[in-house]
């Protein structure tokens, strides 16, 4: 399979530089960045910050699962945070 059919049929959006090498199997990296660099001049990978990359436009991600992706770790969501995104509570604490 190719790296760019992996790479779009991946159900993840946003990729760090050590995720495009593990799903790619890439361990040298002067290829994984000439790789990287030239699917940016191709515009199939968006660079978001360095060393971050997205396939879509970052208007239509998630701001949520941006910052979640960009943490690269997990992340607490408070039951509060998700009702008033929701529209449930109408109501924001200062």
Known sequence: MYRIDQL???DQKLFHTRDLALLWGITNQNTLYTLIKRYLEKGILIAIHKGFY???????????????????????????????????IFQHKN
Not at 60 to 74: C, F, I, N
């Open 54 to 88: 997205s396939t879509v436009p970052i208007d239509s991600l998630d701001p949520v699962r941006l910052a979640t992706g960009y943490l690269h770790r997990y992340a607490y969501l408070s039951c509060e945070t998700i009702l008033v995104r929701e529209g449930i």
């Open 8 to 10: 779009l049929k991946a």
